[in-house]
């Protein structure tokens, strides 16, 4: 098993910044895969940003304002946030798919981010 804990996020005002973090522990050495999602009041959960071996692919929405890196020594991934957009507000949640039975997938608590215009 693998599991998630995440930090930061919070309130903003519009083109303010700010960091979330996640930490997984557990089967870190079968994650295969660590993002980002959001879920907005009403809207479906949406994919953010992700980090594959490496490589980061975003949503368009948030392309040159977030950025997303992994530190595999301490099994954490964030998400820097800058130029924020009360668009951006929503509940954020670090996902990391894992090798398990397949391939397995496990969710954080997840993180409140409101950007106030």
């Known amino acids: 098993q693998v599991q998630l804990v995440e930090s930061g996020g919070g309130l903003v005002q519009a083109g303010g910044s700010l960091r979330l973090s996640c930490a997984a522990s557990g089967f870190i050495d079968r994650i295969v895969s660590m993002g980002w999602y959001r879920q907005a009041p009403g809207k479906q959960r949406e994919l953010v940003a992700q980090i594959t071996g490496g490589t980061p692919n975003y949503v368009d929405s948030v392309k040159g304002r977030f950025t997303i890196s992994r530190d595999n020594a301490k099994s954490a991934v964030y998400l820097q946030m800058n130029t924020l957009k009360a668009e951006d507000t929503a509940v954020y949640y670090c996902?990391?798919?894992?090798?398990?039975?397949?391939?397995?997938?496990?969710w954080g608590q997840g993180t409140q981010v409101t950007v106030s215009s």
């Open positions: 996902n990391a798919r894992y090798k398990a039975y397949g391939i397995s997938s496990v």
